[in-house]
T-cell receptor, first 112, second 113 residues
Framework: DSGVTQTPKHLITATGQRVTLRCSPR?????VYWYQQSLDQGLQFLIQ???????AKGNILERFSAQQFPDLHSELNLSSLELGDSALYFC???????????FGEGSWLTVV | AQSVSQHNHHVILSEAASLELGCNYS??????LFWYVQYPGQHLQLLLK??????LVKGIKGFEAEFIKSKFSFNLRKPSVQWSDTAEYFC???????????FGIGTKLQVIP
């Protein structure tokens, strides 16, 4: 158990819908990362937050957004969902002084 | 921008064979290097990491990796693989600062009993 908690673990939704994935980082970790993993594109970095502020942005679509709240939990919002958005979405967290990333168990999203 | 190359995308070995997975990175400055493992149906777990000091790093489950700065490499090794090592292995690099970690495309290892 890495200490990073993600909910929901599985989600099935229809095209055009919107979902929110939630992540609680390890206790004390200020950085939160979101990654998307799919069979055809591998592990893709989406976005990073540090203590509530966006720190780095990767291959995140405009239909996706994220935020980190004062209690350091983070949410990834996926809207206007398409079939191709079906993937495993990982949240990860790290301390400030140690760049080691610890991953949650992921949220499986299936868009039908 | 930093990038990571993993040369072998799919490796098949018999049990007890030796393993070496290649990883090269592009960033020329100070780097932190990682290997993660993802067992089937599970999340990524840290195998080992290099920040500084001894370039030969030992990790969990008998894995080790060697940082060769002149070759921009951080290859993962294990002298004798087991069936339970079947997994996908990701090399990652971070250049400090903003802590963005860049992952390689991953290498799927299949160990045949």
């Amino acid at each position: 158990d890495s200490g990073v908690t993600q909910t929901p673990k599985h989600l099935i939704t229809a095209t055009g819908q919107r979902v929110t994935l939630r992540c609680s980082p390890r206790s004390g970790d200020l950085s939160v990362y979101w990654y998307q993993q799919s069979l055809d594109q591998g592990l893709q970095f989406l976005i990073q937050y540090y203590n509530g502020e966006e720190r780095a942005k990767g291959n995140i679509l405009e239909r996706f957004s994220a935020q980190q709240f004062p209690d350091l939990h983070s949410e990834l919002n996926l809207s206007s969902l398409e079939l191709g958005d079906s993937a495993l979405y990982f949240c990860a967290s790290s301390e400030n002084r140690d760049n080691t990333i610890y991953f949650g168990e992921g949220s499986w999203l299936t868009v039908v | 921008a930093q990038s990571v190359s993993q040369h072998n995308h799919h490796v098949i070995l018999s049990e007890a064979a030796s393993l070496e997975l290649g990883c090269n990175y592009s960033y020329g400055g100070t780097v932190n290097l990682f290997w993660y493992v993802q067992y089937p149906g599970q999340h990524l777990q840290l195998l080992l990491k290099y920040f500084s000091g001894d370039p030969l790093v030992k990790g969990i489950k008998g894995f080790e990796a060697e940082f060769i700065k002149s070759k921009f490499s951080f290859n993962l090794r294990k002298p004798s693989v087991q069936w339970s090592d079947t997994a996908e292995y990701f090399c990652a690099v971070n250049s400090g600062g903003y802590q963005k970690v860049t992952f390689g495309i991953g290498t799927k290892l299949q160990v045949i009993p």
